[in-house]
Nanobody, 125 residues
Framework: QERLVQSGGGSVQAGGSLRLSCTVS????????MSWFRQAPGKEREGVAS???????TYADSVKGRFTISKDNARNILYLQMNSLKPEDTAMYFC???????????????????WGQGTLVTVSA
């Protein structure tokens, strides 16, 4: 059964770093497009970064140069390394997988139909 379990996140001061992890079971991370999304209070969910099965990577303009998405294929884990964090990065973060049955998210050029449980990232000024 497909499952995405997130870990990491927490609170950090502006300029700090955090790493999010998404451990996958039921399928392999290098077979499908994997993405990270976030949703700030009162705002819509938005795509942050994606890593496709062909190796292509996409970042939202707001995180380019600060966030890095990566996969550990041996351990079947998706990561999001977040550096130079800003208060506006504060949000609930979700990992997602495109197994073909979900909506298309153009900002990350992937669909998403399986989701992690979410993890809160809080950045203080």
């Amino acid at each position: 059964q497909e499952r995405l379990v997130q870990s990491g996140g927490g609170s950090v001061q502006a300029g700090g770093s955090l790493r999010l992890s998404c451990t996958v079971s039921g399928f392999t991370v290098n077979t499908f497009c994997m993405s990270w999304f976030r949703q700030a209070p009162g705002k819509e969910r938005e795509g942050v970064a994606s890593s496709d099965s062909d190796g292509s990577i996409t970042y939202a303009d707001s995180v380019k140069g600060r966030f890095t998405i990566s996969k550990d294929n041996a351990r079947n884990i998706l990561y999001l390394q977040m550096n130079s964090l800003k208060p506006e990065d504060t949000a609930m973060y979700f990992c997602a997988a495109d197994l073909g049955g979900g909506n298309w998210w153009p900002e990350v050029r992937c669909g998403a139909d399986y989701w992690g449980q979410g993890t809160l990232v809080t950045v203080s000024a």
